[in-house]
Structures are given as C-alpha cells and as structure tokens.
C-alpha cells in the first residue's frame, strides 16, 4: 500500500516540475518496501471438485450464475457483478465486457455449459445478478463466498483464487499465451507471475509430452 501510494506521489511531483511549479522531485529519493511475493494459492483438482459441486447446490439461481462465470471466464469479481444481459451473446457464445480493467471493451468466449446455465436463469431486469431494487445490480457476493467456501472445506481460499485457479489451469492444458488472452492481461509476465506460475512437475509433465 504504501508503494502504491508513493508511485502516485511521485507522479504528482513529476508533473509539478514538468509545469516548473516545483524545481526537484523529492519522491524520487524515497526508496520503495521491498515487494513481498504475490498471493500464489491455486485449487487444487480435488478442491475444485468440491468447489464445483458446492456452485451446483446453490439455491439462489443469479448467485450460482455469478460463480459459474467466475470459475468458467476466469472474469473479476466487479466484472460479474456489473455483467448486463444485452452484452451476452447466447447465439455466439459471447460476453462483451465494456469497461474491463484495461480500459477498452473485450469479448470473453463463453463454454456450452456456461451458455446453458444463462439460458436457464430469468432474467429480472438489466443485470445478471439483480440487486435487491429495481434496476440495481448486487454490489456484493461476500455471504455467498462464505457459504460456499464452508460448504467445499475451502479454507484460506479468496475469490481472487478462482481467477488464479482458472488461469492455471487453462495454462496447464493449452500454454501460457492462451491463459494470457483468457485473463485478457495486457502482459503476458503477469500472467506467468501472478495467474499461472507452473511448479516443477508442471515442467516436467511438458517435458514428458514433447518426448519422442
């Protein structure tokens, strides 16, 4: 936090001296904390079977929709809560995201399971997950992770961990480039950093697959 905070100071300071208001930028003195090591927690296979099955169980059938894209698109959190129906595509199997961190609209691919688990849930209003008003979308899915999380003997797990999860995975089975373009990361470092670090086994089984 405090990194993050002295990189916006910085860049305060650095356009004060661009517009001569300022003569030196004394942020540029100011070493950074070192950076601890980022979260690396992924579901193992039998946890997410688990976390699976807990998804399936769910009553509310717009919480259970919200789960389903989160561990099928591998989507943030925001992104679901904000997902609108006129931006799916259950024709092409598409999810059009206007406003993703990056700034620029993309499409997301959506799974034949994923379109039918759309085409089975009413639509009540704009949102995917309605809020409880009229016209309002749910700010939040904190209750449900908790249940869910109880339910699958999830401990320690965050919902950032289904998108780690998901990136894994499809690294895994399809490469690192395709994991990059499914979590739409504008570098594919951070993917290979934060979202898809392969362990040595995973090297290995590479290495088993390309033996002649």
Known sequence: TANRWLASVR?????????DLIAENPADKVKP???GAPRSRVLSDAEFKRAVAAIDAITDPHVRLGFVLLKDTGARKSEVLRARWEHVDLEH?????PSPKSGFPQVIPLLPRTVDALRSTERIGPWLLPGR?????????????VALRLAADLDGVTIQDIRRTFGT???RTSGLHVASKALRH??????A???????????RAGLEATRA
């Not at 199997?93 to 995201?97: P, R, S």
């Not at 008003?133 to 992770?145: A, L, N, S, V």
């Not at 950093?193 to 090297?203: F, I, S």
């Open 11 to 19: 860049a305060c300071l650095r356009a004060a001296v661009d517009v």
């Open 33 to 35: 904390f070192r950076e």
């Open 93 to 97: 199997g598409t999810w059009l995201i």
């Open 133 to 145: 008003k009229e016209g309002t979308h749910r700010e939040d899915i904190r209750r449900p992770w």
């Open 169 to 171: 995975r499809v690294a």
């Open 186 to 191: 504008s570098d594919i470092r951070v993917t």
């Open 193 to 203: 950093t934060v979202y898809a670090a392969l362990g040595l086994e995973d090297v």
